[in-house]
């Protein structure tokens, strides 16, 4: 099996900074594009930023010039480090992998279970 596990959440002021985690472990033979998400309470999940396996990078228009998607192929990991935060980035933020199990399977998506991001005064 996968697991995604997020971390670095929690409770910020407007204007601060966060950096979110995700580590991926378990049966991982090549992990493509890996992705992050968020979901406001009463509103559909919405992509924030992804990144390949090259490092190319998208962002959310919310979020351009704000927010930045690195990656660490060595650890299967990839952060979101937040700036300029504002109340609506409110959220729990998900991590998202695109994961080939073995070299002849298909790329099958997996989910981690969130992570709460709170900005507010």
């Known amino acids: 099996q996968v697991r995604l596990v997020e971390s670095g959440g929690g409770l910020v002021q407007p204007g601060r900074s966060l950096r979110l985690s995700c580590a991926a472990s378990?049966?991982?033979?090549?992990?493509?594009?890996m992705s992050w998400y968020r979901q406001a309470p009463g509103k559909q999940r919405e992509l924030v930023a992804s990144i390949t396996s090259t490092g190319s990078t998208n962002y959310a228009d919310s979020v351009k010039g704000r927010f930045t998607i690195s990656r660490d192929s060595a650890k299967n990991a990839i952060y979101l480090r937040m700036n300029s935060l504002r109340p609506e980035d409110t959220a729990v933020y998900y991590c998202k992998a695109g994961v080939r199990r073995t070299s002849t399977d298909y790329v099958g998506n997996y989910w981690g279970e969130g992570t709460l991001v709170t900005v507010s005064s």
């Open positions: 378990g049966s991982i033979f090549i992990i493509s594009t």
